[in-house]
């Protein structure tokens, strides 16, 4: 429990960097993840941070958007776990970890390419399918955008769990899909005919034309749209069409 309270400063920071110039994106979206799970490290007899006490897994979180500060989501996840049975961390016991939380998200900054966040939740960890435990997930996320509707999702978290030896670290890496139109995109306007002048003020569509003759062609350039000029290839006077 010591070593979560080392991450509150670093909240904190996150938070007092302030919610100036952000997009409006409320969308709903989902990520898949690849995950690493260590239940070592929050031991109190175990000091370093190991690599190698990370155990792999797989993660899908549904995100809906509450207003643009806030999100409530639904991770699951299926992770292999060394699970302690003592402080010391030695011996472990393997097993196959189901999980699933609530969690409401504080989206720090929702720019166009970084969208960093906080969350915290509850939910439930099964053990090897006959040990349903309580899970409270408290940590960071960081989204960084790829494309116009996907982003690379990471994630890391600590996992409070209400029996001994079962706080753990979470960290994630994968994508995050944007479901629905970007409302911060500009709406496409209607050019068929790519003369600048958009259709719904184009008086011929289908045809280059001038701003003039309110997007009409002119051929013969006498100033007599092409359909009111009884010679479109030989230039005239206006009343002599």
């Not at 989902?30 to 897994?57: H, M, T």
């Not at 991770?75 to 409401?104: F, V, Y």
């Not at 494309?147 to 600590?158: E, F, I, P």
Request: net charge negative; with cysteine; aromatic share 8%.
């Amino acid at each position: 429990m010591k070593k979560v309270l080392l991450l509150f400063p670093f909240l904190l920071l996150l938070i007092n960097s302030g919610l100036d110039a952000q997009n409006i994106d409320n969308r709903s979206s989902f990520a898949i993840r690849y995950i690493g799970s260590n239940y070592q490290w929050p031991l109190e007899d175990i000091s370093a941070l190991n690599l190698d006490d990370f155990n792999s897994g797989f993660e899908v979180e549904y995100f809906h958007a509450l207003g643009n500060l806030l999100n409530l989501s639904f991770p699951l996840r299926i992770a292999s776990a060394q699970l302690p049975q003592n402080a010391t961390g030695d011996p472990t016991r393997q097993a196959l970890n189901i999980g699933l939380d609530a969690l409401l998200n504080l989206n720090i900054y929702k720019g166009k390419v970084f969208r960093p966040r906080v969350f915290a939740g509850v939910g439930g960890l099964v053990e090897n399918s006959d040990k349903l435990t309580l899970d409270i997930p408290l940590g960071l996320g960081l989204d960084i955008l790829l494309s116009k509707s996907t982003y690379l999702s990471t994630t890391a978290g600590y996992h409070l769990n209400n029996n001994d030896f079962r706080d753990h670290l979470q960290a994630g890496l994968g994508l995050r899909m944007m479901i629905g139109e970007d409302p911060n995109q500009a709406p496409e306007i209607a050019d068929r005919d790519n003369d600048g002048i958009p259709d719904a003020q184009d008086l011929c569509p289908d045809q280059a034309g001038t701003l003039a003759l309110n997007g009409c062609p002119d051929r013969d350039g006498d100033g007599v749209a092409d359909g009111s000029d009884s010679c479109p290839d030989l230039a005239g006077v206006l009343k002599l069409k």
